[in-house]
Antibody, heavy 121, light 110 residues
Framework: EVQLLQSGGDLVQPGGSLRLSCAVS????????MSWVRQAPGKGLEWVTS????????YYADSVKGRFTISRDNSKNTVFLQMNSLRAEDTAVYYC??????????????WGQGTQVTVSS | QSVLTQPPSTSGTPGQRVTISCSGS????????VYWYQQLPGAAPKLLIYRNSQRPSGVPDRFSGSKSATSASLAISGLRSEDEADYYCAAWDDSLNDEVFGGGTKLTVL
């Protein structure tokens, strides 16, 4: 059974940093790309970033480029999202998602439970 | 303003068939796979349709997807009360190098 277990959400001040983690099980982690998608309160889904199965290719939304970094540890079956210089508009539920192939440009077939990130003073 | 355009809302009565449209361009729907997700209130999104028209195991065959040129559609037949949810389309955009989502369609079962 595929499982994605997220952790790391919190309340953080503007300009602060936070690292989200997503530990996975039930599939060969290194064979699949992973993504992070967020959802602001009352809004729709917004793609944030994706990473290929090997970790060698990453893509970022313009809204987070230069501030967020996606990475993965294939030995620990975990994907991370390092978020720096956080802004109020980054407030959202963040979902970790398994991509249905090794290519970062395919869609997600499994999603984590979501974790709340609130940026406020 | 979302790159993919969906109607904000739609509705139907139990047993009815409804369709949700998703309009894009050559750089996204026109050249890449379309995915559809269902998000029940307070829950994480769930994959309904992948690669334009494929159904994951466990998704009822009441749900079907299609794609033509730069548009895609999700059809739900035999509408049930538990289908009341938000539905999102998504595709990779080659020009933006981004995954793009539709704004979401809220389905109400009357």
């Amino acid at each position: 059974e595929v499982q994605l277990l997220q952790s790391g959400g919190d309340l953080v001040q503007p300009g602060g940093s936070l690292r989200l983690s997503c530990a996975v099980s039930g599939f060969t982690f290194s064979s699949y790309a992973m993504s992070w998608v967020r959802q602001a309160p009352g809004k729709g889904l917004e793609w944030v970033t994706s990473i290929s199965g090997s970790g060698g290719t990453t893509y970022y939304a313009d809204s987070v480029k230069g501030r967020f970094t996606i990475s993965r540890d294939n030995s620990k079956n975990t994907v991370f999202l390092q978020m720096n210089s956080l802004r109020a508009e980054d407030t959202a539920v963040y979902y970790c998602a398994k991509v249905e192939s090794s290519s970062a440009w395919d869609g997600a077939d499994y999603w984590g439970q979501g974790t709340q990130v609130t940026v406020s003073s | 303003q979302s790159v993919l355009t969906q109607p904000p809302s739609t509705s139907g009565t139990p047993g009815q068939r409804v369709t949700i449209s998703c309009s894009g361009s050559n750089s996204n729907i026109g050249g890449n796979y379309v995915y559809w997700y269902q998000q029940l209130p307070g829950a994480a999104p769930k994959l309904l349709i992948y690669r334009n028209s494929q159904r994951p195991s466990g998704v009822p065959d009441r749900f079907s997807g299609s794609k033509s040129a730069t548009s895609a559609s999700l059809a739900i037949s035999g509408l049930r009360s538990e289908d009341e949810a938000d539905y999102y389309c998504a595709a990779w955009d080659d020009s933006l190098n981004d995954e793009v989502f539709g704004g979401g369609t809220k389905l109400t079962v009357l």
